[in-house]
């Protein structure tokens, strides 16, 4: 996220002023970027389901849930969680995402070679996964709430999931795909309504 807001601080001001507006204007940010990725997720889901061919996207296909290292779908009790470890998960499932895109991509331009479009939201979903996962990391530590700390990226599990869909054959690395596509809309889904909790008018 910009820092522009640091910028409009006078170094002469009281320090007794309040930091919350600050704080607010941070929460606010990032819930409106979580609101548009989530609008692109719903794009990439609709796009990779396009260009997969039958049976992906016919009436009352229902392709199997995978397991997915390192990454699963928010769990049921998640909305009863306190707000700070929600995003605490939401930021971890969004640290995940992006070398799981990467793999989904590299696979996709062996399949789908001409699908452009498609390449192309998948490598602007990992970038914006970083992207939104280093805002909510940002809105921990204003907040005043432990984070995660430096994590490396988890590798060995897309290197995993890479290989599976090497092995596999076509439809299940079509599935994982998928899978992988529905998981990045449901964490970002998630994370604009659990920063909906914080933002200024949000439910209390």
């Known amino acids: 996220m910009s820092r522009r807001e640091g910028s409009l601080e006078d170094p002469q001001a009281d320090s007794s002023i309040s930091p919350l507006p600050h704080l607010e204007s941070k929460i606010q940010q990032t819930h ?21 061919g039958d049976p992906f996207g016919l009436p009352g296909f229902s392709p199997p849930r995978l397991p997915v290292a390192d990454l699963s779908a928010p769990a049921p009790g998640h909305a009863g969680l306190p707000v700070p470890e929600r995003l605490r998960l939401d930021e971890a499932a969004l640290a995940a995402l992006p070398p799981l895109l990467d793999v989904v991509r590299r696979r996709q331009a062996e399949l789908n070679p001409r ?40 590798a060995a599990a897309a290197a995993a999931i890479a290989a599976a869909t090497v092995t596999a054959g076509v439809f299940p690395a079509k599935v994982l795909g998928l899978r992988v596509c529905g998981l990045y809309r449901e964490w970002v889904s998630r994370t604009e309504a659990d920063l909906g909790q914080l933002a200024p008018g949000g439910p209390a």
Not at 38 to 45: R, S, V
Not at 129 to 135: H, K, N, V, Y
Not at 136 to 150: D, F, N, Q, S
């Open 32 to 52: 409106s970027l979580a609101r548009l990725l989530t609008k692109y997720a719903e794009q990439l889901l609709q796009e990779y389901v396009q260009h997969q």
């Open 115 to 154: 699908a452009l479009r498609l390449l192309r939201r998948l490598e602007d979903a990992a970038r914006q996964a970083r992207a939104l996962g280093a805002a909510v990391e940002a809105v921990l530590a204003a907040l005043g709430a432990e984070t995660r700390g430096p994590q490396p990226e988890p």
